[in-house]
T-cell receptor, first 111, second 114 residues
């Protein structure tokens, strides 16, 4: 059975801090890893990572995949209170028939 | 803006009373998904449609059914809701299958069962 594990499960930081969220996966015939941000509504798409070692960036957020270590990290620099959310990662496999979510990391950014 | 729209945002139903949740999309995506998300848990896939092909997850209870009358609309029917079915129900779409294009989620319908 495919498995995605995120750590930490929750994190509290102050505005301006830099955070790193971790995601490890055990997905048979792995295809890609996706990161989502979920506030009090539906998840919004952040990144899709298919190739190892290539960093994807969007503003203060960046993410990279390490296929050797079966893991990914999501970095957020200069955090803001608006970054407070649950961050979900999910792994998919090559047949395109399954996407497995991790439990999420609850990030709280205090002013 | 092209988007995934779920109605209603909040739904209250009585124990055992059938309920239907709806999802529409203007993205013209081939694939539509229904997820169930309970508090502090990851979204759990119930089923998905690839065009008209219906794919049910093995552990989705028979109590949950789905219809996709056309590309734009997809419905989730819960035939006899139990208290354990109270959750957020998320509809999502993608142009291709998992892993080949990202999922775009609607805002969800929060179901309460009394």
């Amino acid at each position: 059975e495919d498995k995605v594990v995120q750590s930490p499960l929750s994190l509290v930081v102050h505005e301006g801090d830099t955070v790193t969220l971790n995601c490890s996966y055990e997905v048979t015939n792995f295809r890609s890893l996706l990161w989502y941000k979920q506030e009090k509504k539906a998840p919004t798409f952040l990144f899709m990572l298919t190739s190892s070692g290539i960093e994807k960036k969007s503003g203060r957020l960046s993410s990279i995949l390490d296929k050797k270590e079966l893991s990914s990290i999501l970095n957020i620099t200069a955090t803001q209170t608006g970054d407070s959310a649950i961050y979900l990662c999910a792994g998919t496999e090559t047949s395109g028939s399954r996407l497995t979510f991790g439990e999420g990391t609850q990030l709280t950014v205090n002013p | 803006d092209a988007m995934v729209i779920q109605n209603p945002r909040y739904q209250v139903t009585q124990f055992g009373k059938p309920v239907t949740l709806s999802c529409s999309q203007t993205l013209n995506h081939n694939v539509m998904y229904w997820y169930q998300q309970k508090s502090s848990q990851a979204p759990k896939l119930l089923f998905h449609y690839y065009d008209k092909d219906f794919n049910n997850e093995a552990d989705t209870p028979d109590n949950f059914q789905s219809r996709r009358p056309n590309t734009s609309f997809c419905f989730l029917d819960i035939r006899s809701p139990g208290l354990g079915d109270a959750a957020m129900y998320l509809c999502a779409t993608s142009s291709l299958g998992f892993g080949y294009s990202p999922l775009h989620f609607g805002n969800g319908t929060r179901l309460t069962v009394t």
